[in-house]
């Protein structure tokens, strides 16, 4: 009773986290005093039968790797912690926790009381279509950034179900103000195989050389910030041209305030004429609004036909 409390606080806080889960345990004064528990990383795995639900942290060896595991769905109702703040919420690529059926409920019962700043969500072409539920979710954890996790965005159209319903608004709505796309390779199920040729994203001939009109439709939402990794938004089989680029950040200038695209495109081909830029960055436009921003490496970009071509790092700043 004695002990100074902000002595106490520093003491706790410089305590890795297996010790603040033992601290907690030792009186109902201490579970008081160590919450709100905070993680770093929380990742969510299937694990045939059972999931794990771990925590990562590469820089902590002492930190716990998986601190349980559990019946999914659940067979009665609990949650993980009562009163959590997680930075990293990630349903793990490999067996991931799909977004169907009724995962979202259990996953939200499974997590209130847990506030949650960024969320990864893994969608494959039997779940993308049930992305009306995400914002709902997402409410409930307080998160502001959604990492969209898609697999095989080359062999299935998975854009077209983003822009359907307002779903950018309801991202807002839900308090998200940053969005990420990454193509990824899920090693989840076997899917119903690959589509047949005129029915395959990669050939049709009317898909965009990249979604601008996505990221255009949330940002235009209230969307602030988008990352779009490779092979998430692109056609592989396209290059982008230098007009495609110029209207979209044409269409970025009519936006009103500050908004920001980090873009990591799969290419063979340069987006302006090196004496446009300086140093990789130059001003695009009279009123100063829009710094953009290009770095590019030579790199293998299977499965496109070409043996090598370009990844661009593109940055574009709208103050």
Not at 133 to 154: C, D
Not at 277 to 301: C, L, M
Request: contains cysteine; glycine residues 4%; proline residues 6%.
């Amino acid at each position: 009773d004695s002990f100074p409390p902000e002595v106490l606080e520093k003491i706790i806080a410089k305590l890795p986290q297996q010790s603040r889960v033992a601290l907690r345990m030792v009186s109902r004064r201490f579970n008081n005093i160590v919450q709100p528990f905070e993680l770093q990383t929380l990742t969510l795995q299937m694990d045939h039968a059972i999931r794990s639900s771990k925590i990562i942290d590469r820089d902590d060896p002492d930190k716990a790797t998986c601190f349980r595991r559990f019946a999914f769905p659940p067979t009665c109702n609990y949650s993980f912690f009562e009163s959590t703040k997680i930075g990293h919420l990630e349903i793990s690529k490999s067996n991931p926790i799909f977004i169907e059926d009724d995962n979202v409920e259990h996953l939200t019962a499974l997590l209130s009381g847990c506030a949650v700043e960024k969320v990864t969500l893994v969608f494959d072409i039997r779940t993308i279509a049930n992305l009306n539920k995400v914002p709902s979710f997402l409410s409930s954890l307080q998160a502001m950034h959604v990492v969209f996790a898609l697999e095989k965005t080359m062999h299935y159209d998975m854009i077209t179900p983003f822009l359907l319903d307002d779903f950018a608004a309801k991202l807002v709505s839900a308090g998200v103000r940053e969005v990420s796309f990454s193509g990824e390779h899920v090693n989840g199920r076997v899917q119903e195989g690959r589509p047949q040729t005129e029915d395959h994203a990669w050939h049709l001939c009317d898909s965009p050389a990249f979604s601008f009109d996505l990221l255009l439709n949330f940002f235009e939402a209230g969307i602030k910030n988008i990352t779009v990794y490779t092979k998430a938004l692109e056609h592989l089989s396209k290059d982008i041209s230098k007009e495609e680029f110029d209207s979209f950040l044409e269409n970025l200038d009519r936006l009103a305030g500050p908004v920001r695209a980090e873009l990591f495109l799969t290419r063979s081909s340069e987006l302006w004429d090196p004496p446009n830029s300086r140093d990789g960055r130059y001003k695009r436009y009279d009123n100063d609004r829009a710094i953009v921003h290009v770095t590019t490496s030579t790199v293998k970009v299977p499965p496109t036909p070409r043996p090598a071509g370009y990844r661009q790092h593109v940055t574009i700043e709208y103050k």
